[in-house]
């Protein structure tokens, strides 16, 4: 099994700045991808952001230049920065990781962690 916590998330106003930790724990060999996804009441879960194992980076087009992906891949922990952030950008913010356990590859969620834009 492989476990994904999230922390970082919590409230701030427009123009304000959080950084959202990831770190997943458990039956690992390899970690392919880790991203950042969001989710809102009524609507589907969106990509905000992934990384490869290797560095290479996807955004979402409503983030370029405001939010960075980063990852630290001894610790198996992945980081999303947000600067600028907007009251759109309120949502739930969900990790996840495609992980090759010992026996298989796992497409693994977090618990998810709230983000709030208000002033």
């Known amino acids: 099994q492989v476990q994904l916590v999230e922390s970082g998330g919590g409230s701030v106003q427009p123009g304000g700045s959080l950084r959202l930790s990831c770190e997943a724990s458990?039956?690992?060999?390899?970690?392919?991808?880790m991203g950042w996804y969001r989710q809102v009441p009524g609507k589907q879960r969106e990509l905000v952001a992934i990384i490869t194992a290797t560095g290479s980076t996807n955004y979402a087009d409503s983030v370029k230049g405001r939010f960075t992906i980063s990852q630290d891949n001894a610790k198996d922990t992945v980081f999303l920065q947000m600067n600028s952030l907007k009251p759109e950008d309120t949502a739930i913010y969900y990790c996840r990781a495609d992980v090759y356990t010992s026996k298989e590859l796992q497409g693994v969620w977090g618990q998810g962690t709230q983000v709030t834009v208000s002033s």
């Open positions: 458990g039956d690992i060999f390899v970690i392919n991808n």
